[in-house]
Nanobody, 125 residues
Framework: QVQLVESGGGLVQAGGSLRLSCAAS????????MAWFRQAPGKEREFVAG????????YYVDSVKGRFTISKDNAKSTVLLQMNSVKPEDTAVYYC??????????????????WGQGTQVTVSS
């Protein structure tokens, strides 16, 4: 099972940018679909963005389309989430997740079997 460690969270002003990184170790990263989820206080964990094992297909929740970009570097065992034009409603703990190489991106948390510890993103207005 792959181990995941997120980094890059922090405090950013609305309209700014932030880049989250997820480093993987163990397992076979190149055969994993990857995703970012987020969880705000009092809310359920929410799918944000996902990418298939090859990097060929990406999928985003409507609220971040056009602002966030997910990318996967199999050579470096890393997945990135570039966050642009951030909004206060993007404030949450962001989690990296790894799962089997399904044909399409899965948005349900239970479809992923490895999770990082999370990184806090706070967007001030």
């Amino acid at each position: 099972q792959v181990q995941l460690v997120e980094s890059g969270g922090g405090l950013v002003q609305a309209g700014g940018s932030l880049r989250l990184s997820c480093a993987a170790s163990g397992g076979t990263f190149s055969s994993k679909n990857m995703a970012w989820f987020r969880q705000a206080p009092g809310k359920e964990r929410e799918f944000v963005a996902g990418i298939t094992w090859s990097g060929r297909n990406q999928y985003y929740v409507d609220s971040v389309k056009g602002r966030f970009t997910i990318s996967k570097d199999n050579a470096k065992s890393t997945v990135l989430l570039q966050m642009n034009s951030v909004k206060p409603e993007d404030t949450a703990v962001y989690y990296c997740a790894a799962g089997p190489p399904y044909i399409s991106v899965e948005v349900i948390p239970t479809r992923y079997n490895s999770w990082g510890q999370g990184t806090q993103v706070t967007v001030s207005s």
